[in-house]
């Protein structure tokens, strides 16, 4: 990565923060997350560009050596076991790592979002309580409006678009040129 690149991207990440610290103060009735809960880090795939997997590399680089080795090891775990939904290997004690080089798909945890077919995503943590679960419908596994009106909340449930093609495609990211490279799963880098 040239300074360059580093230099637009990290502006870029700048952008989104704004951007989801906005979304998670729009939403907040609906929202659990506290430091320590790491649901969203427990089981997925974690897709990412070539960009964004080098900048969290460079977290990883900076890392303690015994740090380095606990990573390492879970990552010969996942490969061993060939699942396609993991627990993320810079996941340690809960706490992510790697925290200020997360890649994008990271920030956008604990929202609703959808999937490429337009259908609202829940987070992990919704049927377990937390996110969106008071406004979640259980048995149908989607949004309930009874449940919304019930509620008096004070905004609504927004689905905001967040996958990777959209976030990659944002007027920002052409207008710094950011070069994203190909996109893949977590496990496909490492
Ligand atoms: S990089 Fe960090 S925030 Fe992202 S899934 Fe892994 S542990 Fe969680």
Redesign the pocket.
């Given at each position: 990565m040239t300074d360059l690149d580093i230099e637009n991207y990290l502006t870029f990440l700048n952008s989104i923060n704004g951007d989801m610290q906005k979304i998670f103060e729009y939403q907040k009735e609906y929202i659990h997350c506290k430091k320590g809960c790491?649901h969203?880090?427990k089981q997925?795939d974690?897709p990412m560009s070539e960009i964004e997997f080098e900048y969290?590399m460079s977290g990883f680089n900076n890392l303690e050596e015994k740090t380095k080795e606990i990573i390492k090891n879970n990552i010969e775990n996942i490969k061993k076991e060939a699942k396609d939904s993991y627990i993320?290997p810079?996941?340690i004690d809960n706490s992510?790592s790697?925290?200020e080089y997360?890649?994008i798909v990271?920030r956008t945890f604990g929202v609703l979002t959808e999937d490429s077919k337009g259908n609202p995503t829940f987070p992990l943590c919704t049927p377990l309580g937390l996110n969106f679960s008071a406004i979640y419908d259980k048995d149908k596994k989607h949004l309930s409006s009874e449940l919304y009106y019930k509620g008096k909340f004070k905004n609504d449930p927004k689905i905001f678009r967040l996958s990777n093609k959209v976030v990659m495609n944002l007027p920002l990211a052409k207008k710094l040129n950011i070069q994203f490279g190909e996109a893949k799963r977590l496990i496909d880098f490492l």
């Open positions: 790491a969203c880090c997925g974690y969290l993320c810079f996941l992510c790697v925290y997360r890649p990271c």
